[in-house]
Protein backbone atom coordinates (compact mmCIF):
# COMPACT_ATOMS: atom_id res chain seq x y z
CA UNK A 1 0.00 0.00 0.00
CA UNK A 2 1.31 2.89 -1.31
CA UNK A 3 0.59 6.42 0.92
CA UNK A 4 0.12 9.88 -1.12
CA UNK A 5 0.32 12.29 2.21
CA UNK A 6 -0.33 14.99 0.16
CA UNK A 7 -3.03 14.26 -1.93
CA UNK A 8 -5.89 16.84 -0.36
CA UNK A 9 -7.73 13.92 1.03
CA UNK A 10 -8.55 14.37 4.71
CA UNK A 11 -6.15 12.63 7.55
CA UNK A 12 -4.86 11.90 10.78
CA UNK A 13 -2.19 14.18 11.51
CA UNK A 14 0.22 13.34 14.53
CA UNK A 15 1.30 16.44 16.06
CA UNK A 16 4.17 16.76 18.64
CA UNK A 17 3.70 18.93 21.26
CA UNK A 18 6.49 21.00 23.97
CA UNK A 19 7.86 18.18 26.24
CA UNK A 20 8.41 21.08 29.01
CA UNK A 21 9.10 24.70 27.44
CA UNK A 22 6.01 25.82 25.47
CA UNK A 23 7.81 27.28 23.05
CA UNK A 24 9.13 24.30 21.85
CA UNK A 25 6.74 23.97 19.06
CA UNK A 26 7.21 24.36 15.05
CA UNK A 27 5.36 27.12 13.52
CA UNK A 28 3.91 24.03 11.30
CA UNK A 29 2.35 22.30 14.51
CA UNK A 30 0.97 25.37 15.18
CA UNK A 31 -0.61 25.82 12.09
CA UNK A 32 -1.66 22.24 11.94
CA UNK A 33 -3.40 22.27 15.53
CA UNK A 34 -5.77 25.44 13.90
CA UNK A 35 -6.27 23.56 10.74
CA UNK A 36 -7.42 20.25 12.04
CA UNK A 37 -11.14 20.17 12.67
CA UNK A 38 -11.35 18.05 15.38
CA UNK A 39 -8.03 17.50 18.04
CA UNK A 40 -7.88 14.02 19.78
CA UNK A 41 -5.52 14.68 23.08
CA UNK A 42 -4.71 12.15 25.92
CA UNK A 43 -5.51 14.90 28.45
CA UNK A 44 -8.01 17.92 26.93
CA UNK A 45 -7.00 19.97 30.68
CA UNK A 46 -3.05 19.88 29.72
CA UNK A 47 -4.02 20.58 25.94
CA UNK A 48 -5.93 23.05 26.68
CA UNK A 49 -3.33 24.89 28.54
CA UNK A 50 -1.49 24.60 25.09
CA UNK A 51 -3.99 25.54 23.17
CA UNK A 52 -4.97 28.65 25.22
CA UNK A 53 -1.65 30.12 25.42
CA UNK A 54 -1.48 30.31 21.50
CA UNK A 55 -5.58 31.61 21.24
CA UNK A 56 -6.31 28.18 19.26
CA UNK A 57 -9.72 27.08 19.62
CA UNK A 58 -10.20 23.71 18.05
CA UNK A 59 -12.71 21.24 19.46
CA UNK A 60 -11.16 18.42 21.53
CA UNK A 61 -12.06 15.38 22.11
CA UNK A 62 -10.74 12.79 24.39
CA UNK A 63 -8.49 9.95 23.37
CA UNK A 64 -6.34 8.11 25.50
CA UNK A 65 -4.82 4.48 26.42
CA UNK A 66 -8.22 3.35 28.01
CA UNK A 67 -10.38 4.29 25.03
CA UNK A 68 -8.33 4.09 21.95
CA UNK A 69 -10.21 0.95 20.70
CA UNK A 70 -13.89 2.66 20.89
CA UNK A 71 -12.95 5.85 19.62
CA UNK A 72 -11.26 4.65 16.32
CA UNK A 73 -14.24 3.74 14.18
CA UNK A 74 -15.25 7.52 15.36
CA UNK A 75 -11.97 8.79 14.01
CA UNK A 76 -13.13 7.49 10.42
CA UNK A 77 -16.53 9.02 10.69
CA UNK A 78 -14.46 12.13 10.82
CA UNK A 79 -12.98 11.45 7.82
CA UNK A 80 -15.64 10.12 5.87
CA UNK A 81 -17.02 13.07 6.59
CA UNK A 82 -14.47 15.33 4.77
CA UNK A 83 -12.78 16.69 8.56
CA UNK A 84 -9.05 16.46 8.90
CA UNK A 85 -8.21 15.01 12.20
CA UNK A 86 -5.48 15.65 14.82
CA UNK A 87 -3.37 13.83 17.65
CA UNK A 88 -1.72 15.04 20.18
CA UNK A 89 -0.17 13.56 23.61
CA UNK A 90 0.01 15.39 26.77
CA UNK A 91 4.01 16.02 25.47
CA UNK A 92 6.48 15.10 22.81
CA UNK A 93 5.58 12.91 19.89
CA UNK A 94 2.38 10.69 19.63
CA UNK A 95 3.03 6.71 19.96
CA UNK A 96 6.33 7.30 21.59
CA UNK A 97 5.43 5.51 24.64
CA UNK A 98 1.92 7.64 24.37
CA UNK A 99 -1.21 6.84 22.97
CA UNK A 100 -1.70 7.31 19.36
CA UNK A 101 -0.79 3.43 17.78
CA UNK A 102 -4.03 2.15 17.89
CA UNK A 103 -6.04 4.85 16.05
CA UNK A 104 -3.37 5.62 13.62
CA UNK A 105 -2.81 1.13 12.78
CA UNK A 106 -6.59 1.29 12.68
CA UNK A 107 -6.78 3.92 9.90
CA UNK A 108 -3.87 2.59 7.97
CA UNK A 109 -5.58 -0.84 7.77
CA UNK A 110 -8.78 1.15 6.37
CA UNK A 111 -7.11 3.07 3.51
CA UNK A 112 -6.76 6.52 5.33
CA UNK A 113 -3.57 8.42 5.55
CA UNK A 114 -1.39 9.29 8.63
CA UNK A 115 0.51 12.01 8.73
CA UNK A 116 3.58 12.37 11.35
CA UNK A 117 5.00 15.98 11.57
CA UNK A 118 8.01 16.43 13.33
CA UNK A 119 8.77 17.88 16.22
CA UNK A 120 10.10 17.49 20.38
CA UNK A 121 10.78 14.35 21.61
CA UNK A 122 12.39 13.72 24.90
CA UNK A 123 15.14 10.69 23.84
CA UNK A 124 16.53 13.04 21.02
CA UNK A 125 18.09 15.63 23.53
CA UNK A 126 18.64 13.21 26.34
CA UNK A 127 20.63 11.36 23.88
CA UNK A 128 22.90 14.31 22.55
CA UNK A 129 23.75 15.82 25.55
CA UNK A 130 24.43 12.81 27.29
CA UNK A 131 28.14 12.64 26.15
CA UNK A 132 28.05 8.56 25.45
CA UNK A 133 28.07 7.22 21.97
CA UNK A 134 25.46 8.83 19.85
CA UNK A 135 24.89 6.11 17.08
CA UNK A 136 23.88 3.63 16.98
CA UNK A 137 21.34 3.56 19.70
CA UNK A 138 17.93 1.55 21.08
CA UNK A 139 15.48 3.78 21.98
CA UNK A 140 13.10 1.08 24.92
CA UNK A 141 10.80 3.52 26.49
CA UNK A 142 9.09 2.32 29.77
CA UNK A 143 10.79 -1.06 31.10
CA UNK A 144 7.81 -3.06 33.07
CA UNK A 145 7.02 -1.98 35.90
CA UNK A 146 7.10 -5.47 37.69
CA UNK A 147 10.63 -6.35 39.16
CA UNK A 148 11.11 -9.90 37.34
CA UNK A 149 9.54 -8.65 34.36
CA UNK A 150 11.96 -6.00 34.44
CA UNK A 151 15.06 -7.86 35.24
CA UNK A 152 14.16 -10.22 32.48
CA UNK A 153 14.22 -7.34 30.08
CA UNK A 154 17.03 -6.14 30.74
CA UNK A 155 18.92 -9.23 30.60
CA UNK A 156 18.04 -9.05 26.89
CA UNK A 157 19.57 -6.25 26.96
CA UNK A 158 22.77 -7.00 27.94
CA UNK A 159 24.40 -7.51 25.37
CA UNK A 160 23.76 -4.84 23.21
CA UNK A 161 26.84 -3.24 22.32
CA UNK A 162 24.93 0.22 21.44
CA UNK A 163 23.80 3.03 23.24
CA UNK A 164 20.35 2.36 25.26
CA UNK A 165 17.56 4.96 26.26
CA UNK A 166 14.96 4.35 28.58
CA UNK A 167 12.36 6.19 29.94
CA UNK A 168 11.37 6.24 33.77
CA UNK A 169 9.28 7.50 36.43
CA UNK A 170 10.04 9.35 39.94
CA UNK A 171 8.72 6.74 41.65
CA UNK A 172 10.47 3.57 40.03
CA UNK A 173 14.07 5.40 38.89
CA UNK A 174 15.81 3.82 42.15
CA UNK A 175 14.89 0.38 41.59
CA UNK A 176 15.45 0.71 38.30
CA UNK A 177 19.07 1.89 38.40
CA UNK A 178 19.63 -0.72 41.19
CA UNK A 179 18.38 -3.40 38.45
CA UNK A 180 20.62 -2.35 35.97
CA UNK A 181 23.23 -2.30 37.95
CA UNK A 182 22.91 -5.68 39.43
CA UNK A 183 22.31 -6.90 35.11
CA UNK A 184 24.76 -4.64 33.23
CA UNK A 185 27.46 -3.89 36.27
CA UNK A 186 28.44 -0.18 36.79
CA UNK A 187 28.35 1.25 33.28
CA UNK A 188 28.79 4.93 32.76
CA UNK A 189 25.13 6.68 32.36
CA UNK A 190 23.31 10.11 31.25
CA UNK A 191 20.11 11.11 34.15
CA UNK A 192 18.20 13.68 32.27
CA UNK A 193 15.41 15.15 34.65
CA UNK A 194 12.93 17.94 33.03
CA UNK A 195 14.52 18.53 29.61
CA UNK A 196 13.66 21.90 28.85
CA UNK A 197 11.84 22.81 32.00
CA UNK A 198 13.28 25.61 34.35
CA UNK A 199 14.91 22.85 36.43
CA UNK A 200 16.49 20.88 33.81
CA UNK A 201 19.77 18.31 35.00
CA UNK A 202 22.06 16.26 33.68
CA UNK A 203 23.83 14.14 35.67
CA UNK A 204 26.65 11.69 34.20
CA UNK A 205 28.51 9.50 36.27
CA UNK A 206 28.47 5.51 36.84
CA UNK A 207 25.10 3.90 37.89
CA UNK A 208 26.74 3.07 41.27
CA UNK A 209 27.44 6.46 41.56
CA UNK A 210 24.04 7.56 40.69
CA UNK A 211 21.69 5.80 42.56
CA UNK A 212 22.35 7.46 45.80
CA UNK A 213 21.42 10.68 44.91
CA UNK A 214 18.17 10.05 43.14
CA UNK A 215 16.03 10.25 46.56
CA UNK A 216 16.20 14.51 46.42
CA UNK A 217 15.24 14.15 42.77
CA UNK A 218 11.88 14.86 41.00
CA UNK A 219 10.41 15.10 37.71
CA UNK A 220 10.27 13.17 34.64
CA UNK A 221 13.17 11.23 33.80
CA UNK A 222 15.67 9.82 30.27
CA UNK A 223 18.07 6.80 31.31
CA UNK A 224 20.70 6.81 28.95
CA UNK A 225 23.52 4.16 29.29
CA UNK A 226 26.05 3.28 27.39
CA UNK A 227 26.04 -0.39 25.36
CA UNK A 228 28.18 -3.10 26.46
CA UNK A 229 31.68 -2.74 26.13
CA UNK A 230 33.31 -5.88 26.81
CA UNK A 231 34.29 -7.10 23.09
CA UNK A 232 33.33 -11.39 23.24
CA UNK A 233 34.88 -13.07 21.04
CA UNK A 234 32.20 -16.04 19.66
CA UNK A 235 34.59 -17.55 17.02
CA UNK A 236 36.26 -20.49 19.04
CA UNK A 237 32.59 -21.25 20.71
CA UNK A 238 30.35 -23.62 18.43
CA UNK A 239 26.88 -23.21 18.23
CA UNK A 240 25.74 -25.07 21.91
CA UNK A 241 28.25 -23.04 23.77
CA UNK A 242 27.44 -19.59 22.26
CA UNK A 243 23.78 -20.61 23.41
CA UNK A 244 24.67 -21.25 26.90
CA UNK A 245 26.57 -17.78 27.33
CA UNK A 246 22.84 -16.13 27.16
CA UNK A 247 21.33 -19.24 29.06
CA UNK A 248 23.41 -19.12 32.37
CA UNK A 249 22.53 -15.11 32.25
CA UNK A 250 19.06 -16.37 32.55
CA UNK A 251 17.89 -14.94 29.49
CA UNK A 252 14.97 -17.89 28.06
CA UNK A 253 16.22 -20.73 25.37
CA UNK A 254 14.02 -18.93 22.41
CA UNK A 255 15.79 -15.32 23.20
CA UNK A 256 19.01 -16.71 23.45
CA UNK A 257 18.58 -18.48 20.18
CA UNK A 258 17.61 -15.34 18.56
CA UNK A 259 20.63 -13.23 20.20
CA UNK A 260 22.95 -16.08 18.87
CA UNK A 261 21.46 -15.76 15.14
CA UNK A 262 21.40 -12.14 14.89
CA UNK A 263 25.46 -12.17 16.19
CA UNK A 264 26.22 -14.88 13.79
CA UNK A 265 24.09 -13.65 10.97
CA UNK A 266 22.13 -16.66 9.94
CA UNK A 267 19.05 -17.86 10.07
CA UNK A 268 17.13 -18.50 13.85
CA UNK A 269 15.95 -21.86 12.31
CA UNK A 270 19.80 -22.82 11.66
CA UNK A 271 20.78 -21.89 15.48
CA UNK A 272 17.66 -23.66 16.84
CA UNK A 273 18.50 -27.11 14.37
CA UNK A 274 21.92 -27.15 15.60
CA UNK A 275 21.56 -26.27 19.22
CA UNK A 276 18.67 -29.00 19.45
CA UNK A 277 20.75 -31.40 17.80
CA UNK A 278 23.75 -31.08 19.97
CA UNK A 279 21.61 -30.08 23.55
Keep these: MIQKSYDGKPCLYLIPTPIGNLEDITIRSLNCLKMVDILLCEDTRNTGILLANYDIHTKLVSCHEYNENKIADTVISYLKEGKNVGLVTDQGTPIISDP???????????????????GATA???????????????????FLHNRGSKQIEELKKLKAFPYTLIFYESVHRLKSTLISMLDVFGNRNISLCRELSKIHEEIIRDSIE???????SLKGEFVIVIEGNKEVVDYSNLDVLEHVKVYLDDGISEKEAIKIVAKERNVAKSVIYQEYHKRK
Design 209 to 215: NIIPLVD
Design 123 to 141: FVPALTVSGLEPSPFLFYG
Design 100 to 118: GFFVSRHLIENGYSVVSLP
